[in-house]
């Protein structure tokens, strides 16, 4: 599941909300409402309302399942060492396409982020690594999106390329030997690089409300289609969620 950008959306608010140039802490409580297809076969529309609290001190953001530390920062760039939950994977009990399957929990990613701003636009960069030997891989992002302001708030389009090495996109996708059936045909999956576009939105109103609306789709890498588990090109996600900073 995909909250790094609603979560991140949560810390803007709060920010806008009480800017300051001493350090303080701000508070923000909200939730979203997710409709999202993951692309496994048999499985259709999955909706679920996500709580999130975010608190902010400085330099460190901890937004639900996803913290950061901005360590350097100027004007237009900035770097950051992440924190966060990979809301991914499965149990057997979630629809019996994974019967017989080993479950595919979650997982606790570390890394880092930049990004640039230009005057062509936001570049972002991205590499988290797996700490917790659940999945045992990595992944590495580049995206590129234009902010456009409005009278209430901000609005992005972007693109990105995000590259799963072969740990993570097998654990996900791959079917071992040991759960394979005559329905169920044993398949590794190589790294995958899955293109994403997207366009996300912030609506502020007051000092204390914010409207989040976000709608993504994700094309699959050749390696991922062909898994077993798979009968989509990709995934979608649509998101709509509220925020009110304290």
Known sequence: MKLSTYLCAIALACSTAAASEEPELKFGLGGAFIVQDEGYQGVGNETEFVPAIAVEYGNFRLLGPYASYTFYKTENFEIAAIGMLRLDGYEQS?????????????????????EIDTDFGE???KYTQDVTSTHEGYEASLSYGIPMR??????????????????????????????????????EVDSATNFEIGIS?????????????????????????????????????LLLGYVYVF
């Open 123 to 125: 570049f972002g960069v």
């Open 150 to 187: 409005v009278k209430q708030g901000r609005i992005m389009p972007y693109i990105a390329a995000n590259f799963a090495s072969e740990d993570l996109a097998d654990y996900y996708y791959g079917v071992r030997r040991s759960e394979a059936t005559a329905t169920r045909a044993f398949y």
């Open 201 to 237: 939105s912030d609506w502020f109103f007051g000092e204390n409300h914010m409207i989040k609306a976000d709608a993504s789709y994700t094309s699959f890498d050749n390696t991922i289609k062909d898994s077993p588990l798979v009968d989509k090109s990709g995934t979608y996600q």
């Open 94 to 114: 979630d629809d019996p396409l994974f019967l017989g399957m080993e479950d595919r929990d979650m997982s606790f990613d570390f890394g880092f982020e930049a």
